[in-house]
């Protein structure tokens, strides 16, 4: 028997992922839960009830390794059908999964397990990867079930029973200090947000759910969430098929999708180069839900010319707590509105809109950050105290309640009608297509390059376009740097590919303002100025 299964189906009693995203497909077993294309473009479809079976079997194969409730599990994967399974299956064990693309980089990866001291490392029967260290234990898994390679090594123990306040995952994003920063989110955090979500009905049981984002994205989670907790049917896109958008329109139309999710730029191919493919959908997409960064207004009136009668839902928010808001776009969009809202917050929770003195805005169009409170937290950031006592902090409305809120740096204001508009962030953290990133770690890798002095990376604005990073460097002098092209594959090797900077430029000094900080304002001109 699984470990913490429990008899609870209903959706307000649930403790874990597990139970969650089951429970609407038990009322319905024999419908689909997950249908995926192979290498050959083939559909494969498992019920709710094979999904289960499949969780099932990898769980009892897990369970035989002697893993301590709460050790942590590395799942380097992209999202399908038996990925999905083996989160459940963690869940189950009261283990927490930290999902990892298998297109990070060797170094990334082993920044990733020296950050969280896993003990087991999943990869699926075609995984590629051969630089596991010793001390973890590594196994594959696929739809024959799980093959452990290498037992992990005994851990010390202590939890008896899984808890809902355990970490159901950890997703490691960019970090200020250099090394990947681990959010740690509970079942009761993801869970929460999952109910509140899906109280904005969002989709349907008869929706079929096309999600575009990997894994280690929490996007991923999000749709998951949505779709199964829904009793609807999930549709992994394959990577591959993104930078083409013939193909990922022929997906769409042979998958029967009537929902796609996925960050605004996997549009902007379809837009460009097969704007009467997408019109021929327009009967079939009835939902679109975009997140991780903004929809460039022009593209997204496009969108809905093309697919008039679909559902577009803006979601806003950080990974520490998935979302903020999930609001719906006017459609059409109304003539010379230039600028989306992002509403208030999803069921459950309260955005607070603070000032420098932590006093609560009132007035329209006064700019403030964004405090959010509500049972959707995440726990804090994986062995970082300080970064996560600068997050999580004390209600500034009534610190005595001993309620931690979380400080977003988000930037806000109120419009007429008590909306909030996104104004951008207090600090150095960008989205790159979707994903965050931490300007300084960048940089910290660029100091690390033999000959280099000093540098600093800024965002390019492109209309119409992907943003691009943009890398200044200063050499030291005699040190024989004349290039950027050596910097940029410098990056490569241990940084995500989002992460490299599209452009180097060597310079004799970085400008400053009058404080002496590094003046970001003059780089960015100077970026726009090399275009």
Known sequence: MIPNETPAAERGTTQFMHEFLLGEGRRTPDRPAVVQADAHGAFHTLTYRQLEDRMRRYAATVNTLGLNIADRVILETDNSASAIAMLLACSSLGLTFIPVSPEVPDARLEAVI???????????????????????????FGPDGVTVERAPLPR???????VGTDAAYIIFTSGTTGRPKGVVMS???????YRGMLERGIVART?????????????????IGLTLGSGATLLPVPRGLLHFPRRLLRFLAESGATQVNGVPSIWRPVLKHEAEGLARLGGQIRGVL???????????RRLQALLPDARMVNCFGPTEVMAFSLTDVPNPLPAGQDRLSIADAYPGAEILLLDDDGIAIEKTGVTGEIYLRGPSLFTGYWDDREATREALVPDPLDQRSGQAVYRSRDLAYYGEDGELYFVGRADLQVKIRGNRVELGEIERRLLEYPGVAAAAVVVRPRPGEDPQLCAFVVPVPGAGLTEGTALSAFCMRTLPAYMVPRSVELLDALPVTANGKTDRRALQQMSAAAR
Do not use: N
């Not at 020296?114 to 590594?138: K, S, Y």
């Open 290 to 300: 975009y997140s991780g960064e903004a929809f460039p207004v022009p593209e997204l």
């Open 187 to 193: 079942h009761r955090g993801v869970l929460s947000f």
């Open 156 to 162: 010390p123990g202590g939890r008896r029973v899984p």
């Open 207 to 223: 929706d079929r759910v096309a999600t575009t984002s990997p894994l280690q994205f929490d996007f991923a989670l999000l749709d």
């Open 114 to 140: 020296a950050a969280a001291d896993p003990a087991l490392h999943l990869c699926t029967v075609d995984g590629r990867r051969r630089t596991i260290p010793d001390h973890v234990g590594t196994a594959r």
